[in-house]
């Protein structure tokens, strides 16, 4: 089992920036990718960024490209999401997930909730115009 646990939303207006993090505990951080999606009101679970094991290969999707940076630590099992730029359509519950390294035998798999297997509760991100 993997225990995740996010920090760092909260409610702040266009234009600025937030920084999340995500802290893991269980098993050996560097065997998972990690990611984050996040899910508005009425809406699917979105992707919005991901990272290889090793930190060397990262992943966005569309709608934050530029916009925001995920990083990882894994000598401290957390991974962060740098949040520039926030508009408010970035509105959601931000969650982090684990996925076995294993697994992702292509680059299209970290785009897709199936291939994680294990999430936090969330955070809440508001952002108002």
């Known amino acids: 089992q993997v225990q995740l646990v996010e920090s760092g939303g909260g409610l702040v207006q266009a234009g600025a920036s937030l920084r999340l993090s995500c802290a893991a505990s269980g098993r050996t951080f560097s065997n998972y990718v990690m990611g984050w999606f996040r899910q508005a009101p009425g809406k699917e679970r979105e992707f919005v960024a991901a990272?290889?094991?090793?930190?060397?290969?990262?992943y966005y999707g569309d709608s934050v490209l530029g916009r925001f940076t995920i990083s990882r630590d894994n000598a401290k099992s957390t991974v962060h999401l740098q949040m520039n730029s926030l508009k408010p359509e970035d509105t959601a519950v931000y969650y982090c997930?684990?996925?076995?390294?294993?697994?992702?035998?292509?680059?299209?798999?970290?785009?897709?909730?199936?291939?994680?297997?294990?999430w936090g509760q969330g955070t809440q991100v508001t952002v108002s115009s």
């Open positions: 990272i290889s094991w090793s930190g060397g290969a990262t």
């Open positions: 997930a684990a996925g076995y390294r294993g697994q992702f035998y292509s680059g299209t798999y970290y785009y897709q909730v199936r291939w994680y297997d294990y």
